[in-house]
């Protein structure tokens, strides 16, 4: 079964994009703390976020498991961390007793069902 899974790129696009904003908040950490200390405060903390999203952007981006919305990859390619954390995939067939389920919507189907009455997928 197919599971979304990030792209490189994105993650990549947006450290860089993080290392601009470390910058930003330095260097408006420390003008800003010439005028008024009290203002040096947001500084401090943009620059601390900044940091934090910098790394795990980098982190995703170079990582084995990453996690985003634009790859679409088996499940024998990479585990799914979602399905990981939360149990079984949205995408997998349901059933209780005798009634069946869509994997997609959870609209209950016949079991000669082909496609689903509720988003009309193709049932599994």
Same mark, same amino acid.
């Given at each position: ?7 490189? =790129? ?22 800003? &703390?010439? $005028?008024?200390?009290?203002? $040096?405060?947001?500084? @401090?903390?943009?620059?601390?976020? $900044?940091? @934090? ?7 995703? &981006? ?8 634009? !790859?679409? @990859? ?15 995939? &949205? ?5 209780? =007793?005798?009634?069946?389920? +869509?994997?997609? +919507?959870?609209?209950?189907? !016949?079991?000669?069902?082909?496609? +689903? ?8």
């Amino acid at each position: 079964m197919k599971s979304i899974k990030p792209g490189r =790129g994105p993650s990549m696009m947006s450290g860089l994009i993080g290392i601009f904003m470390i910058c930003f908040g330095v260097l408006w950490t420390v003008m800003a &703390a010439l $005028a008024n200390p009290f203002f $040096a405060l947001f500084g @401090v903390l943009w620059t601390g976020i $900044a940091v @934090v999203t910098t790394v795990h952007n980098f982190k995703n &981006a170079t990582g084995k498991n990453r996690t985003s919305s634009f !790859d679409i @990859v088996d499940a024998s390619e990479e585990p799914d961390p979602f399905e990981e954390r939360f149990g079984r995939g &949205a995408a997998e067939e349901r059933t209780v =007793g005798e009634r069946r389920f +869509c994997p997609y +919507c959870g609209a209950e189907a !016949d079991a000669d069902f082909k496609f +689903c009455q509720g988003c009309g997928k193709k049932l599994p």
